[in-house]
């Protein structure tokens, strides 16, 4: 009984000790809360568009969308990193993000993004993220990314 006890005691100290118990500024992100302009293909803000943001991590994946305001704005939320027991382990963690705008024609893929899972603001060394990204310019690589878009 004291064996098993003493089992019990030492998995719940790793599991304090590896993360069981994550305060909010020591939370990591998949990807960071954000917010963006778009400028549409003919140069004029793009009111009205859906922006799709998906994500791959680790096998898993996810999508969410919003719709852009008159003057092309859009933000999306953070998403936090739900790691099991065994992913607390060091592995490789990059995140694969891509950005796309909906428009009746078809999607246009206009940011790829694949930084590493890190707390809040981690892909812009701590500040909030914001862009710009303009749908007539050519894709260059931006750091991280790879779009139409430049930090604020």
């Given at each position: 009984?004291?064996?098993?006890?003493?089992?019990?005691?030492?998995?719940?100290?790793?599991?304090?000790?590896v993360?069981?118990?994550?305060?909010?500024?020591?939370?990591e992100?998949?990807?960071?809360?954000?917010?963006?302009?778009?400028?549409?293909?003919?140069?004029q803000?793009?009111?009205?568009?859906?922006?799709?943001?998906?994500?791959?991590?680790?096998g898993?994946?996810?999508?969410?969308r919003?719709?852009t305001?008159?003057?092309?704005?859009?933000?999306?939320d953070?998403?936090?990193?739900?790691?099991?027991?065994?992913q607390?382990?060091?592995?490789?963690?990059?995140?694969?993000?891509?950005?796309?705008?909906d428009y009746?024609?078809?999607?246009?893929?206009?940011l790829?993004?694949?930084?590493?899972?890190g707390?809040?603001?981690h892909?812009?060394?701590?500040?909030?993220i914001?862009?710009?990204?303009?749908?007539?310019?050519?894709?260059?690589?931006?750091?991280?990314?790879?779009?139409?878009?430049t930090?604020?």
């Amino acid at each position: 009984m004291r064996r098993i006890l003493a089992l019990i005691c030492a998995a719940a100290l790793l599991w304090v000790t590896v993360g069981g118990t994550m305060s909010k500024a020591d939370a990591e992100y998949v990807t960071s809360p954000m917010s963006g302009v778009l400028i549409g293909p003919d140069g004029q803000a793009a009111g009205g568009v859906t922006v799709r943001r998906t994500w791959d991590w680790r096998g898993k994946s996810g999508e969410d969308r919003t719709v852009t305001d008159a003057s092309g704005q859009f933000a999306f939320d953070g998403v936090p990193a739900k790691r099991g027991f065994f992913q607390r382990l060091a592995a490789e963690d990059a995140v694969r993000t891509v950005f796309y705008a909906d428009y009746p024609a078809g999607a246009q893929k206009f940011l790829v993004m694949t930084p590493r899972v890190g707390p809040e603001n981690h892909e812009n060394k701590g500040a909030p993220i914001s862009i710009t990204c303009d749908l007539r310019k050519e894709p260059a690589h931006g750091g991280f990314w790879f779009g139409v878009c430049t930090l604020d």
